[in-house]
């Protein structure tokens, strides 16, 4: 497990209730040595329409905040 990894899971965990509140949930699939996040939506989240802006400005902005060797986050 990557360094990146380690600090990436309890970020999810407070990630996480907000994307449950509306059915929804994330899965971590993967860190990269290059700080790249893949994760994967699930529930109401996979099929919805604002999943991208969920991903970009939810997930990948708080990820960025409070880890900054996290550079992009992707969907898989």
């Known amino acids: 497990m ?7 899971i309890p970020v999810m965990e407070k ?3 907000m ?3 509306d059915g ?4 971590l699939i993967d860190v990269s040595d ?3 996040v ?5 529930g109401a989240c996979a099929g ?5 802006q969920t991903l970009k400005l939810g997930v990948e902005r708080m990820l960025k905040h409070e880890i900054p060797e996290v550079t992009a986050v992707e969907p898989v």
């Open 24 to 27: 929804g949930d994330i899965e």
């Open 19 to 21: 994307l449950q509140a």
């Open 15 to 17: 990630i996480r209730p």
């Open 34 to 36: 290059e700080g790249i």
């Open 2 to 8: 990557t360094d990146i990894k380690e600090k990436v």
């Open 38 to 42: 893949k994760v994967k939506l699930v």
């Open 48 to 52: 919805c329409a604002m999943s991208q």
